[in-house]
């Protein structure tokens, strides 16, 4: 395998997959570590992804990896279809499809992204990763990742304890709302073709 040479390397697929599995030499792990330390959020959820992803195929008793989990691994790493335009100007409700409450990260994947809570919602072909970090008894940290297209062009609208909140994703799909009450969150994806409601989070 090429290993990344210095800590400015994004990390490649094959990369992510040996440090979960700790088969990297002592230089990859070091530059992978030293990488995995910048605010880089794309390879941060490249990591938290396929942690997930190994954490379900490991608990998979068959030892197969379904057809299902191939396709959204592949899914990651590459464009997802646009959203059809049926679904232009509907709002639907998203799916909740993570929640590291239930379904506890590998520790390779914690001891490179801490020990907040991640949800992992899915609609249509959006995908949105959040993690949340308390900051103290009423207020929370929400970090989060758009999977979509144009991710600039979405708008996340949290409501909570009667405040609105509203965060604009980077080009990466990276967005950050901090001091956000820590109450039950009300939140919506608002986008160039339609709008999305996620299940409640009490955080
Ligand atoms: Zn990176």
């Known amino acids: 395998m090429t290993s990344p040479r210095s800590g ?3 990390l490649d697929m094959q990369t992510v997959l040996d ?3 700790d088969k990297l030499d002592a230089g990859a792990r070091r530059a992978a570590e030293e990488h995995l330390g910048r605010p880089c959020s794309s390879c941060r959820e490249r990591v938290r992804e396929m942690g997930a992803l ?3 195929m490991r608990l998979d008793t068959t030892g197969e990896v379904p057809a299902w ?3 959204r691994a592949l899914d990651v790493f590459h464009p997802r279809a646009q959203v059809s335009p049926a679904r232009r100007l509907l709002e639907s409700l998203a ?3 993570f929640d590291s409450l239930s379904q506890p990260l590998p520790m390779a994947a914690r001891r490179s992204i801490g020990e907040a809570r991640r949800l992992r919602f899915q609609a249509d072909t959006l995908v949105i990763d959040l993690e949340l970090e308390r900051e103290s008894t009423s207020s929370v940290t929400l970090r989060g990742w758009l999977q979509a297209p144009d991710p600039a ?3 996340i609208q949290v409501q909570a304890a009667g405040e609105e909140r ?3 994703p ?3 799909g990276a967005f950050l709302l901090e001091a956000v009450p820590a109450s039950e969150l009300q939140i919506h994806l608002i986008g160039p073709h339609g709008s999305y409601r996620l299940p409640s989070v009490t955080p």
Request: net charge negative.
């Open 8 to 10: 400015t390397r994004h």
């Open 19 to 21: 440090h979960l599995e």
């Open 54 to 56: 190994l954490e379900t």
């Open 69 to 71: 989990l191939h396709q």
């Open 95 to 97: 799916e909740l499809v």
């Open 153 to 155: 062009l979405w708008r």
């Open 166 to 168: 509203n965060a604009h």
């Open 170 to 172: 980077d080009s990466s």
